[in-house]
């Protein structure tokens, strides 16, 4: 059973395009929602992270969009550029030493 | 940097095979656990491990067990590899009982059993 479900498996953006990677969860204990980036050969590694107390959380290109009613979060890149082709998982935790709940990946790519 | 060492990057074992995967992490982290990632179902949790000897199921443990002697090692292992074991092996770690403390990957291993 998938608790955290995510869209969509693969994109395709753009050079300067906005990505746009969305996840909707079931469990309203989540307290923790993070973003992991992970290049081909590599380990994830966390890109951003927000807390439901919030509604958007914005660090550099990288914006978390949280809507706590809809049980829904996204993860929207702007400026699109090749270097950030990747694939991309959300995630949600709730206590318990972080154990962390992943989505199912998005594929970027993002074309020159 | 923090830093998760998975030692073995690529295997290939026949079915039948007892397969050992070591993972250590140099920050003191109290927390490790083993992920396991297929395409289309993301990372999915084995097994972790919250201090020294101690160790919880994950959502998929069947066929796997760990071993955490020491602190900053954390060991997967495979009792009688399967084909369907066949998979990128990602370790990690973090720091502390809190949601929301950051969890490190190692480069994962990449098994194959044949």
């Known amino acids: 059973q998938q608790q955290v479900k995510q869209s969509p498996q693969s994109l395709i953006v753009q050079k300067g395009g906005i990505s746009i990677i969305n996840c909707a969860y079931e469990n309203t204990a989540f307290d923790y929602f993070p973003w992991y980036q992970q290049f081909p050969g590599k380990g994830p590694a966390l890109l951003i992270a927000i807390r439901p107390d919030v509604s958007e959380k914005k660090e550099g290109r990288f914006t978390i969009s949280f809507n706590k009613s809809a049980k829904q979060f996204s993860l929207h890149i702007m400026d699109s550029q090749p270097g950030d082709s990747a694939t991309y998982f959300c995630a949600a935790s709730t206590g318990g030493y972080n154990k962390l709940i992943f989505g199912a990946g998005t594929r970027l790519a993002v074309h020159p | 940097d923090v830093k998760v060492t998975q030692s073995s990057r690529y295997l290939v074992k026949r079915t039948g095979e007892k397969v050992f995967l070591e993972c250590v992490q140099d920050m003191d982290h109290e927390n490790m656990f083993w992920y396991r990632q297929d395409p289309g179902l993301g990372l999915r949790l084995i097994y972790f491990s919250y201090d020294v000897k101690m160790k919880e199921k994950g959502d998929i443990p069947e066929g796997y067990s760990v071993s955490r002697e020491k602190k900053e090692r954390f060991s997967l292992i495979l009792e009688s590899a399967s084909t369907n074991q066949t998979s990128m092996y990602l370790c990690?770690?973090?720091?502390?009982?809190?949601?929301?403390?950051?969890?490190?990957f190692g480069e994962g291993s990449w098994l194959t059993v044949v």
């Open positions: 990690a770690s973090s720091f502390g009982t809190a949601s929301g403390n950051t969890i490190y």
